[in-house]
């Protein structure tokens, strides 16, 4: 398998261009969540801007490390990839537990909340065109070891269920807990397949996700899954309806 390829054109621009629809739905989920939450027009705003302003300060950090080729050394272990695996659990947990977060998961309904994340279905679709075209390990697709397409699909449903209809909490949280397992398989899968472990072998490494524009598979794409799971939740501990 040649790892070296950059992939082609339109699978580069669909990576870039999910990522980018992906912090502009979450910017502007967290301005409507902010007014419906009770802040003025201004200081919801101000809300969404801040979370532009950190979301392309993190953007720009982690591209800048994968054009350098800091995430990918020629040798020893690959301290920073991991590094920024760690940020990325980090952030989740604080973006869940922000005051952001907080008005997510008190100021918008659960179908929202669960809709979200059907941004996992074109993602596995790209990543599977991934494998195809000779970058990414099989075992990452869902050809292989990786069944998060089942969230995504799951999530167009039951989010479209939860817009017009109530449905028991547990449903919900049933639903939340087997895409936040479905999200540790893939990333368990990832992590096994890094050159330092080669589970499945020399011949089916990950060592793409260290090359732009696919950093941004775990810089956005995971972190935003993981933080929207721990954000439902939240959400379901809220003690009124949400639908």
């Keep these: 398998m040649n790892y070296t390829l950059p992939g082609s054109w339109l699978l580069q621009a669909w990576f870039y261009g999910l ?7 979450a910017s502007l989920l967290v301005r409507r969540s902010a007014r419906v939450f ?5 200081e919801a ?6 979370f532009q302003v950190a979301a392309a300060s993190w ?45 997510l998961a008190r100021g918008l309904p659960l179908s929202v909340l669960v809709g979200f994340q059907a941004f996992r279905l074109p993602l596995e679709v790209s990543m599977h065109q991934a494998y195809v075209e000779g970058l990414m390990p099989v075992q990452m697709s869902y050809s292989g070891r990786n069944f998060d ?5 799951t999530a167009l449903v ?34 096994l397949s890094t050159p330092m472990i080669a589970y499945f072998g020399p011949d089916r490494l990950n060592v793409w996700v260290a090359r732009m524009p696919y950093t941004l598979l775990p810089a956005v794409m995971v972190l935003a899954a993981w933080a929207g799971h721990l954000i439902v939740f939240r959400a379901l501990k809220e003690p009124q309806e949400q639908t």
Excluded: E, K
């Excluded at 990522?19 to 739905?25: E, F, K, M, P, T």
């Excluded at 949280?173 to 990832?190: D, F």
């Design 45 to 50: 705003a101000r809300r969404s801007r801040r």
């Design 59 to 103: 953007v720009t950090i982690v591209s800048a490390a994968s054009y350098s080729g800091v995430l990918n050394p020629l040798a020893g272990p690959p301290w920073p990839f991991g590094l920024m695996f760690g940020s990325i659990v980090a952030l989740g947990v604080v973006i869940a537990r922000s005051a952001a977060g907080t008005r």
């Design 149 to 153: 397409i089942l969230t995504g699909v």
């Design 158 to 191: 039951l989010g479209a269920v939860l817009a017009y209809r109530r449905l028991p909490r547990w449903v919900t949280y049933a639903w939340n807990v087997i895409g936040l397992a479905l999200l540790a398989n893939i990333v368990a899968v990832a992590l």
């Design 38 to 42: 009770g802040d003025a027009p201004g």
């Design 19 to 25: 990522a980018a629809a992906i912090l502009v739905a």
